[in-house]
């Protein structure tokens, strides 16, 4: 009899486990911040690490059929953290109408950096955006893009994991400048071809004049690691 | 066992607006179906939320929908039930802003009209003990909130959105019974209702309109209705 109880238990418990877990990534899908692995078992699962792995794949499951919703693992973490990506990226747009400006200025600033080759310095960045008519550190609220743009590039895209910051790899330099390249999530929701394509358009140039961009682009001889999905 | 495309694109659609109003979420379903090819009927909508919420609630979440006056128009709202202590694990949200828009939440339902100005809903923030939030940050929010469908704002004034009113309905009647008005007819929270001349007790309009259908009296105190149902 109490075999059979305590049966029924762990299922309950299992299934407690599956649903905090969903829940953690559901609240957490729209602000697009990583969750990272000790959280879920602090907050999802009170602790006990070794129920991580069989409720976090049911739970992956449940994303996927119910919501739509894709959980990668961030792969160049120092920690184990995961992120959430739609599955339905070609809707995205007309249902995050509030999102827009910023998904403009990071489409912008995502495509320089991809032209440019693969990391600019902060500065070149803030000058290459003035010189499109964006002053990132202009005092006034910008029309368009809301206030405090300085703070939304160098602090909640990299956040986001849209961009990636880092120092330069200078020691003689005492200030070395900040440097940004594409971060993990703006691999997985910008396809390269895409970027390559728009850029191209606008500035009226055939893709393949830009032979590193289109390399990366089709994949062709660097067979990089691309993000995998967990 | 899985939800189709359709359905959790439509559901990604919501959940991501907060709420939209039930004419548009049927163009926007519509919209979903011809880009997918699936067929779209006059059942469909009904039958796209019932299979979304049969797999929804079991989450706390739900798809609502409501009548809400300041617009004069029915709203399909994505709620995420309070009571869940996941809710609270949100790894964004700075203990400030939190505190600010329980605030508001708290001034709106504390006036009489239940509108406050915007000026005086970006003051809050002096009010918080410790570091407050800049009043910029302030306004940045509140129109935040507002996209989010939890706050509506018309001529300046504040009030709550469709979204607020539907997710915290049973947090307004547990903390603020004296202040907030409770349909006697579905026992939900209720704003901007009609009241009857006699007994000034305050009914949705939409349950009243049922009720009245079949009788001519106040469901509460039996005197003749004479408050006039249409806008």
Redesign the interface.
Known sequence: MSSDEDVEMANAEKASDI??I???F???C??Q?P?KRQ?IVQ??LNGKSKSFNAAFDVAKQIL??????CIYEVSDSKTKQYITV???VG?RK?????RRPQMVILMIILSYIYMKGSSITESSLFVFLRSINIDVEADD?NSYF??NLKKMITDTFV?KLYLKKRKEDDSLNKDPSNLYSWGFRAEIEFPKKDVLTEACKLIQKDPRLFVYQYNQAYNIVDEEMSSSQS | ???S?VQ??F???V???GAFKVAESKD?LK??CG?VDSAYTDETYGETVEAINA??R????ELKTIMYPPEKANFLVFI?LTT?A??K?????PKQELDFFRDLLMAIIKSEEKYIGILDATNLVSTNKGKALTK??AQ?IIE?WI?EKYFFEKDYQITLGPRAITEFSNYFQSEFADEVNSCPLCKQVSFWGLTCTECKEEFHRDCITTYLKKKTDCPFCHAAWNTPVNQ
């Open positions: 649903k905090n969903v829940k953690i559901l609240n957490n729209a602000n911040m969750v959280h907050y999802a996927s059929q119910t919501y739509g919703i739609s599955e339905f809707f007309e249902h995050a109408k509030h609220e809301g206030t956040k | 066992m899985s939800l495309a959790r694109i559901l990604q659609a959940a991501s607006n926007i919209d979903i880009r797999k929804i079991e989450f706390n979440q995420n869940d996941m809710n694990v949100q790894f964004d949200k910029s940050r940045a935040e996209e």
